[in-house]
């Protein structure tokens, strides 16, 4: 069967590469660069930055088992179990990208075919499936048996009003009901290693930030280098401010805390950050329409929650039957 995947984050490809494995054939499209979704890494000079989920934790038995590939394969490693002077939080190991938080992800992303740089304008119900296509090029469309969507919510009923499809009321209302935080991230270098004790981060150094790490004491970055993420609240107030409106204050904290100079930096916004309001679910699936959806905004938060949501929609794919 061909299958065609819209959304390369976590989610879209282990669904992705579960659909491959029991050897369908697979297409993931993605608007962006490259896969990861919010497991982002980036390159700033010679330096590797995590600007988005920082990192991964495996309790479930199929998470386990996603974890030990990319273990053997050496794409993740462990980073710490928990954070000094926060007893609050769970100790659990939490495990990074060997070279960033894309690793595990790119790992997947070698058992199915990738369409990158798509940004799908429309998708067209057929007799005998779907038609994927393109904003701007008429010229550029797919086909499948079967179609799975792992966009956010917003973007997904963005696509059917572009698209003049509805699914029914329910499910509609379900969609439109989820709801995401936003973050506002800074990150860039720093002039030295920072003072951060292990594991190289701290949460909620002020009400305003959630979020602040060392990516070289973390063990991805050669160079001294930074990720800040900001508070929903204060992300939301400054969203649409400029970079001199709305970072000053974060550099102020970022260089407090650190205890160094940032020499270089840039802002990255996260539209759809957390999920705080979900599907209900963790996929939704039509066998008659040859549909399925599925993402954080069905799974949860984490990482593995949102990998666990692609997992179940393969799953439903390969049952053959609507859930």
């Known amino acids: 069967m061909k ?35 919010r497991m982002a890494t980036r390159r700033v000079g010679g330096a590797r930055i995590d600007h988005g989920a920082q990192f991964l934790t495996a309790r479930s038995t199929r998470m386990l088992a996603l974890l030990e590939g990319w273990k053997t394969n050496c794409d993740v490693m462990p980073w710490y179990d928990r954070i000094p002077n926060r007893p609050d939080l769970p100790t659990r190991i939490r495990y990074r990208g060997s070279e960033g938080m894309t690793s595990p992800v790119k790992r997947l992303a070698q058992s199915f075919s990738s369409e990158l740089g798509f940004f799908v304008d429309r998708i067209v119900r057929r007799e005998d499936g779907w038609l994927v296509v393109e904003a701007g090029n008429e010229e550029r469309r797919l086909v499948a048996d079967h179609l799975v969507l792992t966009l956010p919510s917003v973007q997904m009923l963005d696509l059917f009003d572009r698209s ?31 003072s951060l004790s292990h594991p190289g981060a701290t949460t909620h150094p002020v009400d305003q930030v959630d979020w602040l790490s060392d990516n070289q004491s973390k063990g991805i970055s050669e160079q001294p280098a930074f990720t800040l993420h900001a508070s929903d609240a204060y992300s939301r107030e400054f969203w ?4 001199e409106e709305r970072a000053p204050f974060l550099l102020e904290v970022a260089e407090e805390k650190l205890g160094t100079r940032i020499t270089q930096w840039s802002t990255h916004r996260w539209g759809f950050a957390k999920p705080v309001v979900t599907f209900g679910e963790t996929h939704w699936h039509s066998m008659e329409m040859s549909l399925t959806m599925a993402g954080d905004g069905f799974g949860g938060e984490r990482i593995e929650n949102a990998a666990l949501s692609g997992w179940d929609a393969a799953e439903a794919v390969l049952e053959r039957k609507s859930t």
């Open 3 to 37: 299958i065609l995947v819209v959304g390369a984050g976590i989610s879209g490809c282990v669904c992705a590469y579960q659909l491959s494995k029991a050897g369908h054939d697979v297409v993931v499209i993605e608007k962006g660069r490259g896969v990861g979704g």
């Open 240 to 243: 649409e401010a400029p970079d």
């Open 164 to 194: 003049s499809l509805a699914l029914d009321h329910e499910t509609m209302e379900r969609l439109r009901s989820i709801r995401h935080t936003r973050c506002l991230a800074l990150l860039g270098l720093m002039e030295d290693k920072s």
